[in-house]
């Protein structure tokens, strides 16, 4: 029998709708957020608010982490209040963060000295996707660890593919996708572009497309935000997108994997940033584009 306590910790535009699915499909969900008020969000659908991330956890239980970066990850693993404190032997910590290969290695190494297992299992899916249930979810680690994640995946996303037992795996398959989508975004962008200086209408061109050539998700989700430049509220900030481009070219250049569209989209993103888009989708890279062809 699926074990129905879990630990969430990370209550942002992704961690919320994931812990209230759990709390929706029968879970007993203690919560941890550093910023109190996010969490406090999620009482009134029945989780309970823990001050630590310590508190939240129960000893040989297990732990979901949706953090925003591998420093985040790291405070509440191995600082001071942090869940490896509490967590024990037997518990199993599934992160559903985009880190780095490395980072979640470091962080499988000191679970295993306390008798406890990691998992890296990062998401594909923006926040309505989340609240759907509809996440693709990518997930490595130790077999027996996995197998105890398998319900929470169930709960949360469509789908869950397992990358093997390297507990970076999973992380370069993240990494590799966002790099994918980012590429996608750019694409469209010097599309839309060259359409728009010629006259064409851009929510027609998008149209056309994704029902014809690219009939796919991720060109009809964002092809459709390019189009009416939704940029605001993100689902998805600049500045995290930064982050996933900077780790993508680090996990490459380790691997001696020349990535020249990925220095260009690095590009686009610090060129973003510096005009004070970063709280910005991240598909507003398009802005530069359309910049640089006078459209705005």
Not at 67 to 89: H, P, R
Not at 160 to 165: L, M, P, Q, S, W
Not at 204 to 229: E, M, W
């Given at each position: 029998?699926?074990?129905?306590?879990?630990?969430?910790?990370?209550?942002?535009?992704?961690?919320?709708?994931?812990?209230?699915?759990?709390?929706?499909?029968?879970?007993?969900?203690?919560?941890?957020?550093?910023?109190?008020?996010?969490?406090?969000?999620?009482?009134?659908?029945?989780?309970?608010?823990?001050?630590?991330?310590?508190?939240?956890?129960?000893?040989?239980?297990?732990?979901?982490?949706?953090?925003?970066?591998?420093?985040?990850?790291?405070?509440?693993?191995?600082?001071?209040?942090?869940?490896?404190?509490?967590?024990?032997?037997?518990?199993?910590?599934?992160?559903?963060?985009?880190?780095?290969?490395?980072?979640?290695?470091?962080?499988?190494?000191?679970?295993?000295e306390i008798g406890a297992t990691f998992v890296a299992a990062p998401v594909f899916g923006r926040p309505d996707a989340a609240a759907a249930q509809k996440l693709y979810i990518c997930f490595s680690g130790d077999a027996e660890a996995k197998e105890r994640?398998?319900?929470?995946?169930?709960?949360?996303?469509?789908?869950?593919?397992?990358?093997?037992?390297?507990?970076?795996?999973?992380?370069?398959?993240?990494?590799?996708?966002?790099?994918?989508?980012?590429?996608?975004?750019?694409?469209?962008?010097?599309?839309?572009?060259?359409?728009?200086?010629?006259?064409?209408?851009?929510?027609?061109?998008?149209?056309?497309?994704?029902?014809?050539?690219?009939?796919?998700?991720?060109?009809?989700?964002?092809?459709?935000?390019?189009?009416?430049?939704?940029?605001?509220?993100?689902?998805?900030?600049?500045?995290?997108?930064?982050?996933?481009?900077?780790?993508?070219?680090?996990?490459?250049?380790?691997?001696?994997?020349?990535?020249?569209?990925?220095?260009?989209?690095?590009?686009?993103?610090?060129?973003?940033?510096?005009?004070?888009?970063?709280?910005?989708?991240?598909?507003?890279?398009?802005?530069?584009?359309?910049?640089?062809?006078?459209?705005?």
């Open positions: 029998m699926a074990e129905k306590k879990v630990a969430f910790l990370g209550i942002g535009s992704m961690g919320a709708p994931m812990a209230r699915n759990l709390l929706k499909s029968g879970y007993s969900v203690t919560v941890f957020n550093r910023s109190r008020d996010r969490a406090e969000k999620l009482i009134a659908d029945g989780a309970v608010v823990s001050d630590t991330p310590a508190g939240a956890v129960t000893q040989g239980g297990m732990v979901v982490t949706m953090l925003s970066n591998d420093a985040a990850l790291e405070a509440v693993t191995l600082g001071s209040g942090g869940i490896l404190e509490k967590l024990g032997k037997g518990g199993v910590h599934v992160s559903m963060s985009t880190v780095s290969p490395e980072t979640s290695r470091k962080l499988a190494s000191k679970h295993a994640a398998r319900p929470v995946f169930s709960v949360l996303g469509q789908s869950a593919t397992d990358f093997g037992n390297d507990h970076g795996a999973a992380n370069v398959v993240k990494l590799s996708g966002n790099f994918m989508i980012l590429s996608a975004v750019q694409a469209m962008s010097e599309a839309l572009a060259l359409a728009e200086k010629n006259g064409i209408d851009r929510s027609t061109l998008i149209n056309f497309f994704t029902q014809a050539n690219f009939a796919c998700p991720v060109y009809q989700n964002y092809g459709r935000i390019l189009a009416d430049r939704s940029y605001e509220p993100a689902g998805f900030k600049l500045e995290l997108g930064m982050k996933d481009i900077r780790l993508a070219r680090d996990t490459a250049e380790a691997a001696m994997v020349p990535m020249p569209l990925a220095d260009l989209l690095h590009a686009r993103l610090l060129e973003s940033i510096a005009k004070g888009r970063a709280g910005m989708d991240w598909t507003a890279i398009e802005l530069a584009t359309a910049e640089d062809a006078a459209l705005r």
